[in-house]
């Protein structure tokens, strides 16, 4: 979502080597979000993706430009004063940049606003649901560079290959890292049995294969729990983990995303994630849960499946990222959440990327039935369940 921004920086000034280990300040620039603008002395404070604060100073000599999103360079930006830039802006300060890197001086104020920003971010989630595909890599064939992933779709998983071509762009999550954008350029030999990975592509004309343009992969741990504590002031939650029943802490940073999953949601579901029968009972002969893996309704990418030769986007994990949006004050204690993050150093401390709570109803839909005489396992729903909701849209 940000790389652009680099791109115009690298196309306007010579590069200087990035000085005090925040890539976002140069010796000749800082780029960054607007946080406060004092109108009457002429001041912004930013702050880079790195959490660096910068203050700039402008004079009358300083010189404002408004850029699109997307735009590498000034060709097409057009002048604005500024009156114009609003907090939550992104900018370029150009200008001769302090010694500590707190500061800078601009003669020249590149634009992103917000609005703009918003506008573009939306239109990439909508390409990427509109035309991507998530699951969990399952095999890898290093010769003929194919990747195969378990698609999780609400009629059951569906095993779907993705060749990588030379010109396919690779990017992958960095241990700790929980941001899109900050994925690094990565290689086929990188990937792992196991890792998630989002692409972006085209269906082809067959229903078990993705042909991308862009893969995202990570090595992501996805875990449930009962919250037991809640701090607030350090953006922590203790839980204890269902399936070890291990106490774990939860990191909930700002880039983190929150939600909840409505109990009604699951009136009317059976476990394994398709619908219930009318009137309830025994689920109908040739259910998903007894289909092979890989398999839908009549067939491979028949009806009812989702993703390739589906409803493109229909699954479990598109569902979840269209819930709605809560805050850390909405997670309360006895919650059962599920959590998604990278494989950190710690493995007791997880940096949440995507939280989900009420996830008893969740994990009661997505868990097998328990044979005769068995207690239910609230754990169950996430072994094999498909849940790959590390990888968020940009």
Known sequence: MKTFFFAVALALITLFAPQGGDPNITAKYAVGEVKTIDATAKQLTIKTDAGSMVSVSLSDKTTYKKLAPGEKSLTN????????????????????????????PAAMIVVMTKGDLAKKAEAERAEWRRRGILGVITALKPDTKEITITHRTMAGNQLVVIPVTDKTEMVRYAPDSIKFSDAKPSQFSELKVGDQLRALGDRTEDPLRFNPEKVVTGSFRTVGGVVTAIDAATGEIKINELEKKTPLTIVIKQDAVLRRFPAEFGMGMRPGGGAAPAGGGAPAQGNAQQRPQGSAPNGPGGPGAGGPGGRPGFNINDMLERLPIISLADVKVGDTIIVSSTQGVDPTRLTAISLVAGADTLLAMLAPRPQAGQAPNPAAGLGGSGISFGIGLP
């Not at 930006?77 to 001769?96: P, S």
Request: proline share 0%; glycine share 8%.
């Open 77 to 104: 930006a057009t002048d604005v004063t500024f009156a114009d830039i609003a907090e939550g802006d992104r900018v370029m300060a150009r200008g001769n940049v302090a010694a500590d890197m707190k500061s800078v």
